[in-house]
């Protein structure tokens, strides 16, 4: 078998590792280099059980790659922009994204997901919202 099939096989389906799985879904379909899957997997942040806080803006986006934020709370008093503008993002599974006018929760299980130029922002004004570029999404899953 295909080592990189070998790894998809291995791999649960849960939201938490669905990015990763949908680029080695990709990457064993293009047949890439093994240099080039080295620097793919290992283009990836995860951040579990953080609390950041800033004076006034926070910007939790991925320029390439993937990132995932879970246990987390993130609070920014104007505004906090997350999401992608190559790659994915996701937050949940017990995280907060607040600031002084506007709060996003996802509790145990829930998620919210960026896939391509989308980002979620939670504006200075108290509105929230949702941009994506050519097929990008935004989307809200759970894990049940």
Same mark, same amino acid.
């Given at each position: 078998m295909?080592?990189?099939l070998?790894? *998809? @096989? ?10 990763v799985?949908? *680029?080695?879904?990709?990457?064993a379909?293009?047949?890439v @280099?093994?240099q080039?899957? %080295?620097?793919e997997?290992q283009?990836?942040?995860?951040m579990m ?5 800033a004076?006034?803006?926070?910007? +939790?986006l991925?320029?390439?790659?993937? *990132? %995932? ?8 008093s104007? @505004? *906090?922009?997350?999401g ?18 506007? +709060?996003?929760?996802?509790g145990?299980? +829930?998620f ?5 130029? +989308?980002?979620?922002r939670?504006n200075?004004?108290? @509105?929230?919202?949702?941009?994506t570029?050519e097929?990008?999404s935004?989307?809200?899953?759970t894990?049940?």
């Amino acid at each position: 078998m295909d080592p990189i099939l070998s790894v *998809l @096989s291995q791999l649960g389906l849960g939201l938490a590792t669905s990015g990763v799985y949908d *680029l080695l879904k990709g990457l064993a379909a293009r047949s890439v @280099s093994r240099q080039e899957f %080295t620097n793919e997997v290992q283009n990836r942040i995860s951040m579990m059980g953080v609390s950041m806080r800033a004076e006034t803006v926070i910007d +939790a986006l991925v320029r390439e790659g993937f *990132l %995932t934020i879970e246990q987390s709370n993130l609070y920014a008093s104007e @505004s *906090l922009n997350f999401g992608s503008y190559q790659g994915g993002a996701i937050v949940g599974n017990n995280s907060s994204m607040r600031t002084d006018k506007t +709060a996003i929760e996802a509790g145990a299980g +829930a998620f919210l997901e960026t896939q391509g130029n +989308a980002q979620v922002r939670q504006n200075p004004d108290g @509105s929230i919202s949702f941009h994506t570029g050519e097929d990008a999404s935004v989307s809200f899953k759970t894990s049940k």
